[in-house]
Nanobody, 129 residues
Framework: QMQLVESGGGLVQAGGSLRLSCAAS????????MGWFRQAPGKERVFVAA????????YYADSEKGRFTISRDNAKNTVYLQMNSLKPEDTAVYYC??????????????????????WGQGTQVTVSS
């Protein structure tokens, strides 16, 4: 089992920034591909970003490219999502997730929520206009 706990969400004005953190425990964090997803009210959970086990490779959804940055610190068992230039449409609950099969490192795989083995409880991000 792996436990994931997100933090760092909150209320921010459009154009502002937030940094989300996801602390992992229970299994070897460095073995996992890590992803961030978000879910707005009444909508499906969608892919935001993913990072491979070493932190050397990343993927982003098109709408987040250039604004969001995913990173990880394997010594701290933590993955981060730096969000800049936030827009009202970024308002959602943000979830981090872990996928054990690190060899499957390609966009169509890591962008699918069903591929992930463990999930956090989510953290709310609200962007006001």
């Amino acid at each position: 089992q792996m436990q994931l706990v997100e933090s760092g969400g909150g209320l921010v004005q459009a154009g502002g920034s937030l940094r989300l953190s996801c602390a992992a425990s229970g299994r070897t964090f460095s073995s996992y591909t890590m992803g961030w997803f978000r879910q707005a009210p009444g909508k499906e959970r969608v892919f935001v970003a993913a990072i491979n086990w070493s932190g050397g490779s990343t993927y982003y959804a098109d709408s987040e490219k250039g604004r969001f940055t995913i990173s990880r610190d394997n010594a701290k068992n933590t993955v981060y999502l730096q969000m800049n230039s936030l827009k009202p449409e970024d308002t959602a609950v943000y979830y981090c997730a872990a996928n054990l099969r690190g060899s499957n490192w390609y966009y169509d795989y890591v962008s699918r929520a069903a591929r992930y083995d463990y999930w956090g409880q989510g953290t709310q991000v609200t962007v006001s206009s």
